[in-house]
């Protein structure tokens, strides 16, 4: 059983355990037992504690056995696992006995053969559907309902009793729901990192202050949820994953992040174990209502999306780049450096090498283009491109690199327009709602224009 949480282990193994005995009745007795909790059955047998032990119980020439017993097909296989377990364990000289097949399996047999694609495909669409439910289900609840699907809440919030659970039968055996609200040692410290933000302040600087004022980090100031974690200081991504989380505007958010993966090193209950893989705000649900107490306004946390604090150059002043992120490299694909030269603003590509190695023989050469020249000729490639500017266009040209998703490349030679994987500008708040700020788009034109 994969679902531990929301299942009885000992009803669970009972009655697999009365169907195989059933199976088994008048032709032998069941000598050992061999049953998976908390372990799904997407994943090999050889990664699942129980499923290995009989394998290697099976390989043993001293075993006590010499037939297995399956109570139920879902629970024991997945996809095209079956096979290679049966192949396995019969050249050993073990059966495989399954209640749809009445008895042992035959391989050879077209009869079983066919019982045993259609079980296969039984067990994948019985995972399919189940997941396609549940997330669906999921997803009504946070777009219409905002109700909290679980999880550590975020820093600055707890959780807080909410009313009878809204499901009549849960609510009857006296569940109840659980909210977000305002904790009140560290909603404060999130309050101050959005408006220090808004100021304008780095969020490096953030994370120093909050270190020399002793604020707790958030591992720190929940170790029970957090056990995994040090807990000792906040890092500039802690910061920067707060001040990124559209959660703190009230509304509740859910699937930006998921895990792909089983196997070996799975959490408890068969999910999965991959890497964690941020999704794109297309596939995030958000609720339509305010589910919970903000703690940072709409437009607050709009202008703090992209920010970047402009460093002061040794002369005290401060270098101003209008191309910044939109000039890359046509050799290596790099974004080219901002590169302030003999007063004026340009962009320098040294192609991944720095001064305290020694450069490649026959690697390129860093190359180099003033911002003026490049501001000069992009009008026209915007022509080239599109064709004439409507006389209703208010954008500049800049503005409409953004709003085209295109880039600029140079080569050391020429210089061309192309889409841009992933281009990123602070816009006013009335521009971009709450649901798409941060959204990181891709570009799928294809047209270029060169000079």
């Known amino acids: 059983m994969s679902t531990s ?8 193994r009972a ?3 009365a169907v195989s005995e059933e199976l088994v009745d008048g032709v032998g007795p069941v000598v050992a037992e061999f049953f998976d909790v908390g372990v799904s059955r997407r994943w090999p047998w050889l990664d699942r504690p129980e499923a290995a032990a009989l394998l290697a119980a099976a390989a043993d020439p001293d075993r006590d056995f010499d037939a297995v017993v399956v109570g139920e097909y879902e629970r024991a296989f997945h996809g095209d696992q079956f096979r290679e377990v049966v192949s396995g364990l019969n050249a050993l000289g073990v059966a495989v006995w399954l209640p749809e097949a009445g008895g042992p399996v035959e391989l050879g047999s077209p009869v079983h053969e066919a019982l045993m694609v259609l079980l296969g495909a039984q067990a994948q669409r019985e995972v399919a559907r189940a997941r396609q439910r549940v997330l669906a289900a999921m997803r009504s609840q946070t777009r219409l309902q905002g109700r909290f699907l679980g999880g550590r809440p975020p820093y600055g919030y707890r959780l807080v009793d909410g009313g009878r659970h809204p499901n009549p039968v849960h609510g009857r055996w006296g569940r109840r729901v659980r909210v977000l609200a305002p904790d009140p040692v560290t909603a404060p410290w999130v309050r101050w990192m959005f408006a220090e933000r808004a100021r304008g302040r780095a969020v490096a600087s953030l994370a120093r202050e909050l270190n020399e004022r002793g604020v707790a980090c958030p591992s720190g100031a929940d170790r029970e949820r957090n056990a995994h974690r040090s807990g000792e200081r906040w890092i500039v991504r802690t910061v920067g994953m707060i001040l990124e989380n559209p959660r703190y505007t009230g509304r509740q958010v859910w699937n930006r992040s998921s895990t792909i993966g089983h196997g070996r090193g799975g959490r408890a209950g068969g999910r999965g174990s991959g890497a964690l893989r941020y ?4 596939e995030w649900e958000v609720s339509e209502r305010i589910a919970h107490e903000p703690l940072v306004d709409d437009e607050t946390f709009v202008a703090v999306q992209g920010m970047r604090v402009a460093k002061l150059a040794k002369d005290g002043e401060v270098r101003r780049y ?16 901002g590169h302030w030269v003999h007063g004026r603003a340009g962009y320098r590509c040294r192609h991944g090498f720095t001064s305290v190695k ?9 190359f180099y283009i003033r911002e003026d020249h490049l501001l000069e000729a992009l009008p026209g490639l915007l022509e080239r491109l599109a064709g004439p500017a409507e006389e209703d266009v208010l954008a500049g040209p800049v503005d409409q690199l953004y709003e085209q998703r295109l880039q600029i ?3 050391g030679q020429r210089v061309k327009l192309r889409p841009a994987s992933q281009v990123v500008k ?3 708040p009335a521009r971009r709602p709450v649901q798409s700020m941060l959204a990181l788009e891709c570009c799928d034109a294809t047209k270029a224009a060169e000079i």
């Open 426 to 428: 602070t816009v006013e």
């Open 5 to 12: 949480e929301f299942q009885d282990v000992q009803t669970s």
């Open 409 to 411: 490349e140079y080569d």
């Open 358 to 366: 020694r450069r490649p023989d026959g690697a390129p050469r860093n």
């Open 322 to 337: 209008l191309l910044a992120g939109l000039v890359v490299c046509g050799l290596c694909g790099r974004r080219m450096d």
């Open 15 to 17: 009655w697999q355990r």
């Open 279 to 282: 999704n794109p705000v297309s």
